[in-house]
């Protein structure tokens, strides 16, 4: 299959300084959670993106010295020595083994650093603690201080060159680094030559940049930079000011401009990494566009780019030269191979639904809700378009549910060849519950789970989709399959059980016209008696704050009552809540924290404060929404599996599985997809419901290059 030629242009090779990429395809720097204390995961992360056509990808941003380390915010990337030199090396190797360039990403955190791991103060622009910097110490920096600085930035760009990395990227982005706090007022209340007018404020970022530039001239140097903060004021950084201002000043320095827009606390950096919920891609266009005059050198955009006909049209634009992305990269690192092939439906679109942030922001490494294999790279040696064929392809297995983990499990067996898969499911199309939550307000781009899976599906001629199809356990066992998996997934409880009470709440009952499941609500079309409804959120995550919203949005006065300290405190992670506190908030819900759901009766919500013993509150509510705990569905599988057990050598089946919520709820829809994969890759082995050891990067006493490599000769079909 080959590309129409209008994408072509995304193709063009494009000269940066004295390398060229071969394409207009770029992974912008980004956290992954490995950093350099799991060297291998952090290399075969960025080198399948350079498999998948990427031409050039980067490391996170790399602290240059013990000081500006920020260990319990995120896991450490450092290039303090030799050894980090030695580390890095492998991904440089990794990278360019597919022809990619690789770049690394220095960092310097100014009053950004947590000392967790140092006990060191950072040296800072002032004196001014920042809020940002957690529990980190800040020095303010004399000229002394400074031309020691920019001393590490160049010694850490000699050991960047020693190790391979064809591009030195001088951060200055999201407002966190040294460089660009010297630039914003927020920061900077200098009164010498590093303080007041911009081309002062400029000086050291400039400096720097010329003296890095000036020992390693051979390879190519580059600025990632804040464009805009979106401070609104002074303060920061304004596009049409401090942006182009730095640009014009800095322009004959850099190799090629990689920009972004959104500054250092939440509810600014998020706009660099919106979630799709709140925007749409390409979202950062209005300020790529101003910059576009007041430079000659090539222009890196992000703005969550997942589609072929959008990358198109901010080249021939004119809006940028290169295609910039971080998260589209880890949903799919083999974008650019599939548009240079023409392969558009096999893309795997990023969702937006930002899990991948929140587990970095959690101080672990990266998953994916599209892309299972994101993160398992190394550890699993997982490759999310090479699925190794099974040896035993003379089986037939049912898949009895096609949400997440079954249409993932279903897709895996099909590509790997199994003579015949039937992938069942009750309702009249495949989806689970995915379905009726890509429903909720902003949410439509998290249906892209279903559809990436339903047009995989199609394409295999092994694999037959069966919907309004109810088996019975002992349907399911006489089927004919030699193996069955269930993934049926699990309920939410109707009697308002949960985590923290872990009792039922009297009288309270979904089967009741007033008390609602998220299921009977969304899926079912329950109807919401009266006008006024109260949601009881206990899990946290996005399911309470979004029925809140649409039930708002519908006409009801709404009360959101919760335990936790504000709605839904995982969205912290994802970056959801900066916008959907205010949002419930400018909508008109009336939000009650830290109380839990006491008793429901009589039109009448009585609630126990969770933190003052004692205290209650009361309101009226027409009816009552539960977010509170779901349940596996088991008894399914426990019945398919004592008949399988009875029935010993005899038995219809040779085994039979579960996968995702129906083994226990996951919050996560990357942790259901994940498993629907892992059951797959792993279905040869003896006992598949167990999962086989991974490789834990860790230091072995004794241990050599070999040791790890060893491990990596993992059974053919994983």
């Given at each position: ?252 320095l850099v190799d090629f401009w990689d920009v972004q827009v959104g500054g250092e606390h939440a509810e600014l950096w998020i706009k660099d990494a919106g979630p799709s919920r709140f ?89 994916c809700t599209q892309n299972s294999a994101a993160g398992e790279e190394y550890r699993r040696g997982w490759n999310p378009e090479v699925i190794p064929l099974s040896r035993k392809q ?325």
């Amino acid at each position: 299959m080959s590309r129409p030629s209008r994408y072509d242009i995304l193709f063009e090779p494009i000269e940066i300084g004295p390398r060229t990429m071969k394409n207009r395809f770029y992974q912008t720097p980004h956290c992954t959670g490995f950093g350099d204390v799991f060297p291998g995961g952090n290399a075969h992360h960025r080198a399948m993106k350079a498999e998948g056509g990427w031409a050039v990808v980067n490391t996170e941003a790399t602290t240059i010295a013990p000081e500006y380390d920020w260990a319990g915010q995120m896991t450490n990337s450092r290039i303090w020595d030799d050894d980090d030199v030695r580390n890095w090396s492998l991904l440089v190797e990794k990278a360019h083994e597919h022809g990619a360039l690789a770049g690394i990403q220095l960092h310097a955190g100014g009053g950004f650093l947590t000392a967790f791991d140092s006990r060191m103060p950072g040296r800072h622009v002032s004196d001014r603690l920042e809020e940002g910097g957690w529990l980190g110490s800040v020095i303010k920096m004399d000229k002394r201080d400074i031309r020691e600085v920019q001393r590490q930035y160049v010694a850490a760009a000699q050991r960047a060159k020693r190790a391979g990395f064809d591009i030195i990227n001088v951060w200055g982005g999201e407002s966190a680094p040294l460089p660009v706090q010297f630039l914003m007022n927020l920061h900077n209340d200098r009164t010498d030559e590093y303080g007041g007018p911009l081309e002062n404020r400029a000086r050291f970022w400039l400096e720097t940049l010329e003296q890095v530039k000036e020992e390693v001239d051979d390879i190519v140097l580059a600025a990632r930079f804040c464009i805009d903060s979106l401070h609104g004021d002074d303060r920061g950084i304004r596009v049409d000011e401090e942006g182009v201002g730095f640009i014009e000043l800095a322009d004959h320095l850099v190799d090629f401009w990689d920009v972004q827009v959104g500054g250092e606390h939440a509810e600014l950096w998020i706009k660099d990494a919106g979630p799709s919920r709140f925007y749409p891609e390409n979202f950062q266009a209005e300020y790529v566009k101003k910059i576009r005059p007041h430079t000659k050198k090539p222009i890196i955009g992000v703005g969550r780019f997942t589609s072929p006909d959008v990358m198109v049209e901010v080249i021939k634009s004119g809006q940028q030269d290169i295609i910039g992305a971080a998260r589209p990269s880890i949903a799919d690192p083999f974008i650019p191979r599939k548009i240079e092939e023409g392969r558009f439906d096999d893309i795997r679109e990023c969702i937006g639904c930002n899990v991948c942030v929140s587990r970095v922001n959690a101080n672990w490494h990266l998953i994916c809700t599209q892309n299972s294999a994101a993160g398992e790279e190394y550890r699993r040696g997982w490759n999310p378009e090479v699925i190794p064929l099974s040896r035993k392809q003379d089986r037939n297995v049912l898949v009895i549910g096609a949400g997440p983990a079954g249409m993932e499990c279903a897709t895996v067996l099909g590509k790997r060849g199994l003579e015949n898969v039937h992938l069942v499911d009750s309702a009249d199309d495949i989806g689970g519950h995915v379905r009726w939550i890509s429903g909720l307000p902003g949410m439509g781009a998290w249906g892209r789970v279903t559809d990436w899976r339903k047009t995989q599906l199609a394409k295999l001629d092994n694999v037959q989709v069966i919907t309004n199809t109810t088996l019975t356990p002992q349907e399911a066992y006489e089927y004919g399959a030699d193996v069955v998996v269930v993934a049926i997934g699990a309920e939410w409880l109707g009697t308002g059980i949960n985590g923290v009470t872990h009792t039922e709440i009297p009288g309270v009952d979904s089967s009741r016209p007033d008390v609602l499941t998220p299921e009977q609500l969304l899926r079912d079309g329950k109807p919401v008696p009266g006008r006024t409804v109260t949601v009881y959120d206990m899990e946290g995550y996005f399911m309470g704050p979004s029925i809140a919203e649409k039930l708002q949005r519908e006409g009801h006065e709404v009360t959101l009552l919760t335990r936790f300290g504000h709605p839904g405190p995982y969205m912290d992670l994802t970056g959801e809540n900066v916008h959907m506190r205010p949002l419930l908030e400018e909508l008109g819900v009336t939000v009650v924290a830290e109380h839990v759901l006491a008793t429901y009766e009589g039109g009448k919500v009585v609630a126990d404060d969770h933190v003052a013993e004692g205290r209650t509150r009361s309101w009226d509510a027409d009816a009552i929404v539960l977010c509170t705990q779901r349940r596996a569905r088991t008894d399914y599988f426990k019945s398919l599996r004592d008949l399988h057990e009875e029935a010993g050598d005899s038995s219809e089946i040779q085994a039979v599985y579960q996968i995702g919520d129906c083994v226990a709820p996951r919050m996560l829809l990357a942790d259901a997809v994940f498993d629907g994969a892992r059951l797959a890759r792993e279905i040869d082995e003896e006992n598949p419901a167990v999962p086989l050891p991974w490789i834990r990067e860790r230091r072995l006493m004794g241990a050599t290059d070999e040791t790890y490599a060893a491990v990596l000769n993992r059974p053919e079909g994983r």
